[in-house]
């Protein structure tokens, strides 16, 4: 994170500077890849001055312009990879869940979601030679379905190590965790994890990792008549693309959880199309469909990826995490 203040940007004042940190903007790099009219809303500014402050900060922050192939490549270096504890799933995915992105998992309800979440929770936290990024969580838990009880399960049945002893409350404590109480909630509570990160940025634990679960619940409750669609999908535009901030600015993995609906419903339409549409579907960079098989076992389908091939890769959901 650059050192400089919001208040070193043209045509911020004090009283500006507040407003843009209270909506999440709290540096300079955040503001750089803003939207003028995301902006203009937040800071209740016109968005011609808004559009000023982000050229500023761009200049400032020294992004925005075009790059070329190699610079790219030299930034897709950075890009971490997260395990799953899954070997099947890791391959299905090129090594792990990347950073730098959003990963949607979708699935039925009891598909296993929030269990897949629970242990990237775990696993970030683990040392880049075990699989992990060294990192710390944050968690915005929209269902009231986050169980410490279950961290404390999947550390226990963590690998054995020679250089560490895990403790689960060593885990517990690097995991920030926020309810959801609706949409709106969410949406700031995304604002406030750039803070959080910011925070943590300099310690031994930056955030490595966002989960969303679930991340279209409150806006399916909420947005319950077809005149509201657009409102709803442009709400969920602006989330998304704070949660794409996230993921940029503290080279990250956004893991972000949908339902798909066992029972048709009039209005979202085909049953096995996750929710939110193709709004959520563009935005995020890994899409996974999850599905219950056989006992405890669990098959995801990789669905348009960038780079990889399309799969499927078959786990365990067990007391002690993720497994083959
Ligand atoms: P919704 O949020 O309702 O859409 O579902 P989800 O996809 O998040 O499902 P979730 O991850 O909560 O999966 C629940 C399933 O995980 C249960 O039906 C169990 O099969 C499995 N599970 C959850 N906890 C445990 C546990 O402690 N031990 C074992 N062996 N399995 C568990
Ligand atoms: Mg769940």
Known sequence: MSEFLLEDLAGVGPATAEKLRDSGFSSIEALAVASPSELAACAEIGESSAAKIIKS????????????????????????????????????????????AIVEVYGEFGSGKTQVAHQMAVNVQLPLELGGLNGSVIMIDTENTFRPERISQMVKGLPESEDHEWSDEEFLGNIHVARAYNSNHQILLAESALELAEKLHDTDKPARLLIVDSLVAHFRAEYVGRGTLADRQQKLNKHMHTLQRFADLNNALVFVTNQVMSKPDAFFG??????????????????LYLRKSKGDKRIARLVDSPNLPDGEAIFSVTTEGLQD
């Open 57 to 100: 900060a761009r200049e400032t922050a020294d992004i925005g312009g075009f790059e070329t192939g190699d610079q790219i490549l030299e930034r897709r270096k950075l890009v971490g990879r997260l395990s799953t504890g899954s070997k099947n799933l890791d391959e299905l995915l090129g090594g792990g869940m990347e950073t730098q």
């Open 270 to 287: 085909d049953p096995t199309k996750p929710v939110g549409g193709h709004i959520v579907g563009h935005t995020a960079t890994f899409r």
